[in-house]
């Protein structure tokens, strides 16, 4: 009873939170609210962050070695916690795929939906308010399951892993990039209390439950019946990010203060798997 109180709270919190913010996000950013992807020592002028988040997605589906072969390009696509459908609109376009998003938020859903008819692309895709823990889907739907930078909302990752294996189908592909604390060591039981501290911070100014490790995801990712289960750490690839962000005056609550004491500690994994 408590716990679902808690998850109700949370999912009004992120409704709220992207409902009210995503209209700033998109007239700075446009319609990708990720990370960019950055080679690392390559010098970034600020036009090139737009250019890096849809460098993010390329190297995503390079990294589950998608964009290769044009027979195993997808049909059918989710997109698990969509904004406002900017994964969903390149992925349809690149690989002529039927896409389907999904987001707490009804300001982004609609405006998903807005975007796609100004965009020929109605007959696509479309975007729907659902709940990634219990998603409006048949079993085994979707060649591609897509979560980028949204698992780190969700309260239940046992959950929200068995959603995504649940609606991917056999042969299909999952990829995650999500925020992930660091694994623990052989010897430690949980983090550092400054670490959850910083964490805790991170935590109210964007309406996320407790963090795990890649680790964790893989374990959980492993209990499910899939293979090629594969895994990285792109927080090299992405930390020129956030200062851009700051730069482009879009502060939250109070991240800012954090991101400039240079203490934020956040790593990027991706995590792909085949079913
Ligand atoms: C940081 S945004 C990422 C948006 C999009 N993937 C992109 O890359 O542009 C996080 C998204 O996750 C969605 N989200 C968070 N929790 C969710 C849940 N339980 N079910 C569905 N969507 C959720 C939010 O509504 C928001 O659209």
């Known amino acids: 009873m408590e716990q679902q109180k808690e998850k ?4 009004k919190g992120i409704a709220e939170f992207y409902d009210g913010s995503s209209t700033l996000w998109e007239n700075i950013w446009g319609d990708h609210m990720h990370h960019g992807f950055y080679h690392p020592d390559s010098t970034v002028s600020v036009t090139d962050h737009r250019a890096a988040q849809i460098r993010m997605i390329q190297e995503s ?3 589950a070695s998608l964009s290769e072969e044009r027979t195993k390009w997808p049909k059918s696509i989710v997109d698990v916690g969509c ?3 900017g994964s969903s609109r390149y992925l349809a376009k690149k690989f002529g795929a039927n896409s389907v998003g999904i987001t707490l938020s009804p300001v982004q859903a609609q405006r998903a939906n807005d975007l796609a008819a100004a965009q020929g692309l109605a007959d696509k895709v479309s975007f729907q308010v659902a709940d990634a ?3 409006p889907f048949p079993d085994e739907q979707f060649d591609l399951v897509w979560s980028m ?3 780190e909302h969700m309260p239940d990752k046992t959950k929200f892993v068995g959603e995504l294996a649940r609606v991917a189908a056999p042969g299909g592909t ?3 990039v999500t925020w992930c604390h660091r694994d623990l060591g052989p010897d430690e039981q949980s983090l550092q209390p400054w670490e959850q501290d910083l964490l805790k911070k991170i935590c ?5 439950p407790a963090w795990c490790s890649a680790a964790d995801y893989l374990k959980l990712l ?7 289960i594969k895994s990285a750490d792109w927080s090299p690839f992405v930390a020129p990010f956030w200062p851009a962000v700051i730069r482009s005056a879009l502060t939250w609550n109070g991240l800012t203060s954090l991101l400039c004491s240079g203490k934020l500690n956040v790593h990027l994994k991706i995590i792909f798997l085949r079913r």
């Open 83 to 85: 904004g406002i459908g």
């Open 61 to 63: 589906l390079r990294f």
């Open 204 to 208: 109210d100014a964007y309406y996320l």
């Open 174 to 176: 999952i990829i995650i």
């Open 8 to 11: 109700e709270k949370l999912q």
């Open 222 to 228: 492993k209990s499910q019946s899939l293979q090629d």
């Open 149 to 151: 930078e949204s698992g």
């Open 133 to 135: 823990l219990e998603q």
